[in-house]
Structure formats: structure tokens, C-alpha cells
């Protein structure tokens, strides 16, 4: 079945909204294995801050999930696919970051928290760099997650739990780099 973007954005929120899933990456193997996200697309750009909103709330972070999903959803729109590629940043790690400015409530002009949010921004950005090209949202999406776990339970008190992370769609990935990926799981 072919999906518009509106109707898979729709699917990840709904996915979002029914789970009680604590572990981001378990929420994320779980969605992005559905049909409706494709192996690389924009979806990921607001999956993949999704998966932390969720995890977050869902392990007692205090936040509105709905509306954060909403505002996530907003800001996620406005990211072209290609990113990586283009713009010289992941999309994965765009999303994620705007997930916890969404948790801290922080704009342009805030004074606390902002910089905490590059410092993780930087950190995952370094981590994809280090593997390189070509895209893999899967690839990227595991480095901005297993960094912001880090990075929650860090600095916000939590202990959102992390997995092992093996990859389940290198065989769907055309472009796949193998044994050059950390999270190859030979599949």
C-alpha cells in the first residue's frame, strides 16, 4: 500500500499515542518496521524525536505527550528530505534535538538548557559523521537515539532504558554499508 506523508505522520502519532514502551529504540524497531515508514524518508524526521518524546513520557517525563507530538509534528514539516546530503546535518538528530527543546520548553532566546541541546546535537552529528555515506536513516536514527538516551538520563535525572542495537532492515537497504556499520546485525 502507498502512503502520503500526512497518512504516515498520522500512523507514527497513533503508534506514539497507544504504547506504553520506555525504551526508545524498542518503540522504534517497532515502528519503523511497519509499512507505512519507508527505509529512508522524512518520516524519520519526526519518528525518531517521536520514539524520545514517548520513551520520556512513558518512563515519568513531564510532559503533555499529545501536544509534544503535535509541536514535534510543526517543526518536523518543515525539514526537507536529503538533509543529510544537502544541508550538511541528519535529519534524525534535527529531530531529535527539537524533542528536547519540545521537553524543556526552550526557544531562540532561552538561556538555560539551550546549549545542552547543541552539546547533544554535536555529539550525535560527530558519531554519524565518523561512519559516513551514504544515507541510512535506520543507521543515523540508532546514533541520535542511543545518544539522547545517554543524554536524558545524563541530564534530566531518568534512566530511560537503551538496547543493544543490531539492525533488522539491511536487507531492505539498498545502499547499506555492511560490515562499515556499527549496527550491522548480518540479518
Known amino acids: 500500500m502507498e ?13 506514539c499515542m497507544n504504547t506504553k514502551e520506555t525504551n526508545p529504540i524498542k518503540l522504534f ?5 511497519k509499512d507505512f515508514v519507508r ?31 503535535i509541536k514535534l509534528l510543526e517543526q518536523s514539516n518543515k525539514m526537507p528530505g536529503a538533509m543529510c546530503g544537502q ?28 546549549g545542552l541541546h547543541m552539546k547533544f546535537t554535536s555529539k550525535a ?8 555515506g551514504p544515507r541510512c536513516c535506520k543507521r543515523d536514527a540508532f546514533f541520535a537515539i542511543r545518544t539522547a538516551v545517554d543524554f536524558i538520563n545524563e541530564n534530566y535525572g531518568m534512566q530511560i532504558p537503551g538496547s543493544d542495537i543490531k539492525c533488522a532492515f539491511s536487507r531492505r537497504n539498498e545502499q547499506c554499508l555492511k ?9
Open 3 to 15: 502512503y502520503t506523508t500526512e497518512k504516515r505522520l498520522q500512523h507514527i502519532t497513533e503508534e
Open 29 to 33: 524497531y517497532k515502528i519503523a518496521g
Open 39 to 69: 527505509i529512508h524518508g522524512p518520516e524519520h524526521h519526526f519518528l525518531d524525536g517521536a520514539c524520545i518524546l514517548t520513551a520520556f513520557y512513558n518512563s515519568g517525563g513531564e510532559i503533555d505527550l499529545e501536544k509534544s507530538l
Open 87 to 114: 544541508w550538511g546535518v541528519c535529519g534524525a538528530v534535527t529531530s531529535v534535538g527539537a524533542a528536547l527543546a519540545i521537553i524543556d520548553n526552550t526557544g531562540p532566546l532561552s538561556t538555560v538548557d539551550w
Open 125 to 132: 552529528v560527530l558519531e554519524i559523521s565518523q561512519t559516513g
Open 179 to 187: 560490515e562499515r556499520c556499527p549496527f550491522y546485525g548480518k540479518n
